[in-house]
C-alpha cells in the first residue's frame, strides 16, 4: 500500500478547495512530521564510562551509509549482539528536546536517552551495535529527506543485519533486536520482505510501535482539524512520502514470530491508545508475545522512550530468557 484509493483522493481534492488558509497550514505542518530536523549525538558511550566502543558505517540495502556505535559488553565482547534501532525523529544518542528549538517544539521537550540504554545492556553482557536510520543522526540523506516511516527504513535494517551476517565475529553471536517505534515498524517490514535474514533473530523488544493513521488522528484532533484525514495523505504524497496507513506496525506484524516483549503508554498523549497499540500486537503472529502497559503519564517521550533506561529489570529478564 502506496497510495490513496480514488474515493479518498476525491475527498481530500474537494477539502483542499474548502478549507481555511490557517488550517491548511496546520495540516501541512502535521504532514511535515516526515521531514523533521535531524537529531544529532548529544552523548556518546564515554559519557557513561562505557569502552571499547568505535564507530562504524554500514552501507543500507540500497546502498545509503548509515553511522552506527559498536559497544561491546563490559569486561570484553561476549557471544551475545543486540541491534538497537530508534525512534522518529531520533537518533542513536537519543533525543535532544532539552536542549531547545527545533527539537523542543517536538511534543515533549525533554531528553531520551538512548545511551544509557546501552549502558544497561553492556552491563548485562551484551555486545550492542546501534545505527542512525536515513535521513537521521549523521546517516546519509536518501528518498528527498523524507521518512517513509518504514517503507524505506527497512531497507536500512535489513543492510546491519546483512553486514552482521557478513561480519568474521558478529556472525557468530546470538542475535536479540531491540527496536522502537520507527524501528520497530521497520523491523516488521524487514522481517515481512527478507524472513530468510532474520530466521537466527532470538527475540524483539518492541517499544512505542505506532501506526501513523492513529498518530495524525490524534494531533490533529488538538488543533480541531480531525476531519481533514485525507488531505494530510494528500499532503504526505506531495512531500513525496506514504498516506498514514502505509506507515503502520499493524501492516506488517502478521509477518512477525519471533517472542517479542512490546511497551506502550496507555494514556499517550501522541497516539489514539489503548486501541491503536492493541490492534498492532493482536496482529503479532508471535505465539511467545508480552504486552507491558506503562500507567500514570501521558508523556509518551519522557516516561515512554525512557521506560527501559528507568527500569531495565524487565528487558533484561526477557533478553536473558532467550539469549542464555
Given at each position: 500500500?502506496?497510495?490513496?484509493?480514488?474515493?479518498?483522493?476525491?475527498?481530500?481534492?474537494?477539502?483542499?478547495?474548502?478549507?481555511?488558509?490557517?488550517?491548511?497550514?496546520?495540516?501541512?505542518?502535521?504532514?511535515?512530521?516526515?521531514?523533521?530536523?535531524?537529531?544529532?549525538?548529544?552523548?556518546?558511550?564515554?559519557?557513561?564510562?562505557?569502552?571499547?566502543?568505535?564507530?562504524?558505517?554500514?552501507?543500507?540495502?540500497?546502498?545509503?551509509?548509515?553511522?552506527?556505535?559498536?559497544?561491546?559488553?563490559?569486561?570484553?565482547?561476549?557471544?551475545?549482539?543486540?541491534?538497537?534501532?530508534?525512534?522518529?525523529?531520533?537518533?542513536?544518542?537519543?533525543?535532544?528536546?532539552?536542549?531547545?528549538?527545533?527539537?523542543?517544539?517536538?511534543?515533549?521537550?525533554?531528553?531520551?536517552?538512548?545511551?544509557?540504554?546501552?549502558?544497561?545492556?553492556?552491563?548485562?553482557?551484551?555486545?550492542?551495535?546501534?545505527?542512525?536510520?536515513?535521513?537521521?543522526?549523521?546517516?546519509?540523506?536518501?528518498?528527498?529527506?523524507?521518512?517513509?516511516?518504514?517503507?524505506?527504513?527497512?531497507?536500512?535494517?535489513?543492510?546491519?543485519?546483512k553486514y552482521?551476517?557478513?561480519?568474521?565475529?558478529?556472525?557468530?553471536?546470538d542475535v536479540?533486536?531491540?527496536?522502537?517505534?520507527?524501528?520497530?515498524?521497520?523491523?516488521?517490514?524487514?522481517?515481512?520482505?527478507?524472513?530468510?535474514?532474520?530466521?537466527?533473530?532470538?527475540?524483539?523488544?518492541?517499544?512505542?510501535?505506532?501506526?501513523?493513521?492513529?498518530?495524525?488522528?490524534?494531533?490533529?484532533?488538538?488543533?480541531?482539524?480531525?476531519?481533514?484525514?485525507?488531505?494530510?495523505?494528500?499532503?504526505?504524497?506531495?512531500?513525496?512520502?506514504?498516506?498514514?496507513?502505509?506507515?503502520?506496525?499493524?501492516?506488517?506484524?502478521?509477518?512477525?514470530?519471533?517472542?517479542?516483549?512490546?511497551?506502550?503508554?496507555?494514556?499517550?498523549?501522541?497516539?489514539?491508545?489503548p486501541s491503536?497499540?492493541?490492534?498492532?500486537?493482536?496482529?503479532?503472529?508471535?505465539?511467545?508475545?508480552?504486552?507491558?502497559?506503562?500507567?500514570?503519564?501521558?508523556?509518551?517521550?519522557?516516561?515512554?522512550?525512557?521506560?527501559?533506561?528507568?527500569?531495565?529489570?524487565?528487558?533484561?529478564?526477557?533478553?536473558?530468557?532467550?539469549?542464555?
Open positions: 500500500m502506496t497510495g490513496i484509493s480514488k474515493e479518498r483522493m476525491q475527498k481530500a481534492l474537494e477539502q483542499e478547495k474548502t478549507i481555511s488558509a490557517d488550517d491548511h497550514e496546520k495540516v501541512k505542518a502535521l504532514a511535515g512530521m516526515v521531514k523533521m530536523p535531524r537529531s544529532f549525538l548529544f552523548k556518546n558511550p564515554d559519557d557513561y564510562g562505557m569502552t571499547g566502543w568505535h564507530d562504524l558505517s554500514i552501507p543500507s540495502d540500497d546502498g545509503t551509509p548509515l553511522e552506527a556505535w559498536y559497544i561491546p559488553a563490559k569486561g570484553g565482547e561476549s557471544n551475545k549482539l543486540v541491534i538497537f534501532s530508534h525512534a522518529l525523529p531520533m537518533c542513536r544518542a537519543g533525543y535532544p528536546g532539552h536542549l531547545g528549538e527545533p527539537w523542543s517544539n517536538f511534543v515533549e521537550a525533554v531528553e531520551i536517552d538512548f545511551v544509557i540504554q546501552y549502558k544497561h545492556l553492556t552491563d548485562a553482557g551484551y555486545n550492542v551495535l546501534t545505527f542512525d536510520f536515513r535521513n537521521h543522526g549523521q546517516s546519509g540523506a536518501a528518498n528527498g529527506g523524507i521518512s517513509g516511516v518504514g517503507q524505506w527504513e527497512w531497507r536500512d535494517v535489513v543492510g546491519v543485519k552482521v551476517d557478513a561480519h568474521p565475529k558478529l556472525s557468530k553471536m536479540a533486536l531491540f527496536s522502537n517505534c520507527l524501528g520497530g515498524i521497520s523491523t516488521y517490514a524487514a522481517i515481512s520482505k527478507r524472513p530468510e535474514l532474520f530466521e537466527n533473530v532470538k527475540c524483539l523488544v518492541s517499544p512505542l510501535v505506532p501506526n501513523m493513521d492513529s498518530v495524525f488522528s490524534k494531533l490533529s484532533g488538538y488543533q480541531g482539524i480531525t476531519q481533514y484525514q485525507e488531505l494530510i495523505d494528500l499532503e504526505l504524497l506531495k512531500l513525496g512520502g506514504f498516506p498514514a496507513a502505509a506507515m503502520s506496525g499493524a501492516l506488517w506484524a502478521p509477518n512477525v514470530k519471533l517472542p517479542v516483549l512490546m511497551w506502550q503508554v496507555r494514556d499517550d498523549a501522541v497516539i489514539d491508545n491503536d497499540a492493541q490492534r498492532t500486537f493482536d496482529a503479532l503472529a508471535s505465539t511467545d508475545k508480552e504486552l507491558i502497559w506503562i500507567e500514570g503519564t501521558t508523556a509518551r517521550f519522557a516516561d515512554g522512550y525512557n521506560w527501559f533506561g528507568r527500569q531495565p529489570e524487565k528487558v533484561l529478564s526477557f533478553l536473558g530468557k532467550y539469549m542464555s
